[in-house]
């Protein structure tokens, strides 16, 4: 079975400044990570994915995580944060192709509400 | 444009009635989801569908029921056993097997009165 944990429910932040949204999961296989965004009363939208290769992903938005193996973690951050990057975001986590299972269900953590004030 | 539907944005229902809610794909999708969201709780999955005429239940099928008649349509009904129907349900598509990555539709808020 595979869980994940965001470790902050609520992030508020200043216009321009660096925020990290922290992310770990557990897992006893190999994993494929995602994190999504829903702005209110919408669907979520993806920001960027971890398959394999390169533990720094860049995603959409100027966002980006790494992948830490050894610390089972996959935090998100943007160095400078708009008001329109106020939403809710989700950690999400798979099994692998590879690590032998045909389980392709994601896990979701239970989000962490970006708020960015002026 | 390709994308995945929800109708309709909005339901109301009285207590004790079945309700069905669509979820449309024309990504050519092999796999699709259905989840619930309620505050503070994330997503969590009630049924997913990997083929045609074959579904599972996920973590939380009780008091729902879906069918998959067609590739490009997952309705759910939520029933009158439900006990708290009240949430945001979301329907999700993707590729199918080694494919993980999800794509959303834009969610149908059900309000029971």
């Known amino acids: 079975a595979q869980s994940v944990t965001q470790l902050d429910s609520q992030v508020p932040v200043f216009e321009e400044a660096p925020v990290e949204l922290r992310c770990n999961y557990s897992?006893?296989?190999?994993?494929?990570l995602f994190w999504y965004v829903q702005y209110p009363n919408q669907g979520l939208q993806l920001l960027l994915k971890y398959l394999s290769g390169s533990t720094l992903v860049k995603g959409i938005n100027g966002f980006e995580a790494e992948f830490n193996k050894s610390q089972t973690s996959f935090h998100l951050r943007k160095p400078s944060v708009h008001i329109s990057d106020t939403a809710e975001y989700f950690c999400a986590v798979t099994q692998a192709q590879n690590s032998g299972g045909s389980n392709y269900k994601l896990t979701f953590g239970k989000g962490t509400l970006l708020t960015v004030n002026p | 444009d390709g994308g995945i539907t929800q109708s309709p944005k909005y339901l109301f229902r009285k207590e004790g009635q079945n309700v069905t809610l669509s979820c449309e794909q024309n990504?050519?999708?092999?796999?699709m989801y259905w989840y619930r969201q309620d505050p503070g709780q994330g997503l969590r999955l009630i049924y997913y569908?990997?083929?045609?005429?074959?579904?599972q239940k996920g973590d939380i099928a009780e008091g729902y029921s879906v069918s998959r008649e067609k590739k490009e349509s997952f309705p759910l009904t939520v029933t009158s056993a439900q006990k708290n129907p009240t949430a945001f349900y979301l329907c999700?598509?993707?590729?199918?097997?080694?494919?993980?990555?999800?794509?959303f539709g834009p969610g149908t808020r059900l309000t029971v009165l």
């Open positions: 569908s990997q083929i045609v005429n074959d579904f």
């Open positions: 999700a598509s993707s590729r199918g097997p080694g494919f993980n990555e999800q794509f």
């Open positions: 990504l050519n999708h092999d796999a």
């Open positions: 897992s006893s296989v190999s994993v494929y």
